[in-house]
């Protein structure tokens, strides 16, 4: 939750309850002591966009004993640095920096994530019921990658097949999941929630988008440019998340918005 000790933005959307630990309905119940709690569940269009845009969050989450499982929708292969196999090796060591209980891959297309695919919506429904999370994150698809845009549409209408008895896609109906989309490379004018983040969060966040070594700045190395690979992007990523930190009173935040309002159980811990 935000300090009250520091000034905010009121017009900035707080963290509804139980954003620390990770976005979800404060209606839902907690699973009893001991118990494994469900997993969140992150959808990322490449190897290195689930640590870019939530890593921070994802930290915070596995710091709090929530598992995370994040699935990546292709392996990156068209990008301009780095081979599909740099890439793979280079997720499964940011995958270890963040402390994730899983990380798999829908193998899409890089460059050509469909909006809408029976084939892989069936694959996505069936991960989905498999790990039976409660809550799902994805990268938003307000973005300038035509991959963020279709992969936000995929996963949003998987999330309700999921629930359908009848959908063509192994394992149980899972109803009742949430779904959040994570600020990507455009910024989110009204997000519904920040999730605030210790500098510890954002360390490891960090260090994890470091492992993807391939996709950025290496002085002196005659590699082609993108927006990713200057010295420029780190600092950016850093501003943003002060920036956020600052109207959560937090040392760092990530924003995130939603195709429904959170639901608030308690006002007076708002």
């Keep these: 939750m935000p300090s009250t000790s520091r000034p905010r933005d009121p017009a900035t959307p707080r963290p509804p309850p139980g954003a620390t630990s990770r976005p979800r309905d404060p209606a839902t119940p907690r699973p009893p002591p001991g118990a494994t709690p469900r997993p969140v569940v992150v959808f990322a269009p490449h190897p290195d966009d689930a640590e870019i845009h939530l890593g921070g969050t994802i930290a915070a989450l596995v710091r ?63 991960m989905l019921r498999r790990h039976a999370p409660r809550t799902v994150l994805c990268l938003s698809g307000h973005a300038r990658h035509g991959d963020h845009q279709n992969l ?69 190395v005659d590699l082609p440019a993108t927006s990713i690979a200057t010295p420029e992007f780190l600092t950016w990523i850093e501003a943003r998340g002060r920036s956020w930190g600052h109207h959560a009173g937090a040392a760092y935040a990530e924003a995130f918005s939603g195709p429904e309002l959170p639901v608030v159980a308690d006002p007076t811990a708002l």
């Design 64 to 126: 709090q004993g929530q598992p995370v499982v994040v699935i990546d929708a292709t392996r990156g292969e068209l990008g301009s640095r780095g081979t599909a196999e740099q890439r793979a090796a280079e997720a499964a060591a940011a995958g270890k920096v963040l402390g994730l209980a899983a990380r798999e891959n829908l193998d899409l297309p890089d460059g050509a994530v469909p909006a809408d695919d029976q084939a892989a919506r069936i694959h996505i429904v069936t």
């Design 152 to 220: 936000a549409r995929l996963v949003g209408g998987a999330v309700k097949m999921a629930a359908l008895h009848r959908f063509p896609a192994p394992g149980t109906p899972l109803a009742g999941l949430r779904l959040w989309f994570a600020e990507a490379e455009l910024p989110l004018t009204s997000p519904a929630f920040l999730v605030p983040l210790t500098a510890a969060d954002w360390g490891q966040k960090m260090a994890a988008i470091r492992c993807h070594t391939s996709q950025l700045y290496q002085a002196g």
